[in-house]
């Protein structure tokens, strides 16, 4: 993902902020200074009521961290590895390789981050009722950053995907029936209620109805197509369906000569070997980056993307799946036991393997 930057790590989990939050950032600011049910819009002078708002506005994002980082601490307790945090415009998103199937740990995985909003709503709002008295501007900004928690608390608990509401009820229906007899119950509550936020919407409420029940049926109908397909491919192994022709390219053409080489092959995507090895991988999607008129003079190892992923053959197919879908990446070098490079297995090949199984 080149839109987001990575600004630090906490508990070994690398923090990103995606480009949709820093354009959000001054949206929220502008909002906490002058909307008059936060209490900052009458604060004299304006210098003190920006400040307060645009603190107001990072420690809001600070708190969705803190929400994510609570889902991820249970998550690594349960042994996930995670990828990564990325705060986007509407909040926090943490990518992990392995979602456990177990409802217990989804269960309390997904209370984890719920729980921590409604802890720092609660402490912050009991410390600004301890203090009213004052009534000094800074009591506004802790006010306003405990209702948020609040607010955060009660809507990632609305019990529809991609809410953490959504997986607690799965979660508690998969203690009750199969697992993806839970998924399509949860799914359809969701949309049920999608609908239903959708109808509201349209009878008055606002457009901000609409926008979110898009959200959570878009969400719901994801989260039931990704389970469906990843119960289908547990148990097939890598080996029966990467693409074992592999056609490698060296890191010294040029993106032209790439350009020919696709059009002869029809693959998108190539590993990249010199004398050493394996040093990376180059996909259309490197060359679409690269005006026409430049492809003569760029080479393959200017656009590869040097961190190779790998899994083995005899792994499963879903974990390539996962992979791809935590990384954002099409496609996935497969070894065998010797470290040599055997296959490919992109999207397509796991498509193409769900739609023969389904
Ligand atoms: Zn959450």
Redesign the pocket.
């Known amino acids: 993902m080149k839109s987001s930057i990575q600004i630090g790590k906490i508990m070994d989990i690398p923090i990103k902020l995606h480009v949709t939050f820093l354009l959000i950032l001054p949206v929220f600011a502008w909002m906490f200074a002058n909307e008059a049910s936060f209490g900052l819009n009458e604060i004299k002078p304006d210098s003190l009521r920006y400040v307060l708002s645009t603190s107001a506005a990072i420690l809001l994002f600070v708190c969705v961290l803190l ?2 980082l ?2 991820s601490y249970v998550a690594k307790k349960h042994g996930a590895h995670i990828q990564g945090i990325t705060l986007f415009l509407f ?2 998103v943490s990518s992990m390789e392995e979602i456990p199937r177990n409802p217990r740990i989804e269960f309390k995985m ?1 209370l984890a ?2 729980s921590v909003s409604l802890l720092i709503g609660l402490i912050l709002i009991i410390i600004w009722w301890f203090f009213e008295a004052g009534g000094s501007p800074y009591l506004h900004l802790i006010w306003i950053v405990g209702y948020i928690n609040l607010v955060l608390f009660v809507f ?1 608990l609305l019990p529809a995907f991609p ?2 509401g959504g997986r607690v009820l799965r979660a508690w229906l998969a203690s009750q029936m199969p697992y993806i007899k839970a998924t399509h119950a949860a799914a359809g509550i969701g949309k049920m209620f999608a609908i239903l936020m959708g109808v509201l919407g349209l009878v008055g409420l606002g457009p901000w109805f609409i926008l979110i029940a898009f959200f959570i049926y878009i969400g719901a109908s994801e989260e039931e197509k990704s389970t469906e397909v990843s119960l289908i491919l547990e148990g097939v192994k890598i080996k029966d369906i990467m693409s074992k022709e592999i056609k490698s390219v060296n890191s010294g053409i040029s993106i032209e000569e790439l350009v020919d080489i696709m059009f002869k092959f029809k693959h998108m995507g190539y590993p990249v070997v010199d004398e050493g090895g394996l040093k990376g991988i180059v996909t259309f999607t490197d060359v679409q980056r690269i005006p026409k008129e430049e492809r003569k003079n760029v080479k393959v190892s200017d656009v590869m993307t040097k961190e190779i992923v790998a899994l083995k053959e005899e792994d499963d197919a879903s974990i390539a799946l996962r992979q791809m879908t935590a990384k954002n990446i099409g496609r996935i070098i497969i070894k065998d036991d010797y470290n040599k490079m055997t296959g490919i297995v992109s999207r397509t090949d796991l498509l193409r393997a769900v739609e023969l199984l389904e």
């Open positions: 929400h994510e609570g889902h909040g926090g997904a981050g719920p990632n809410m953490d």
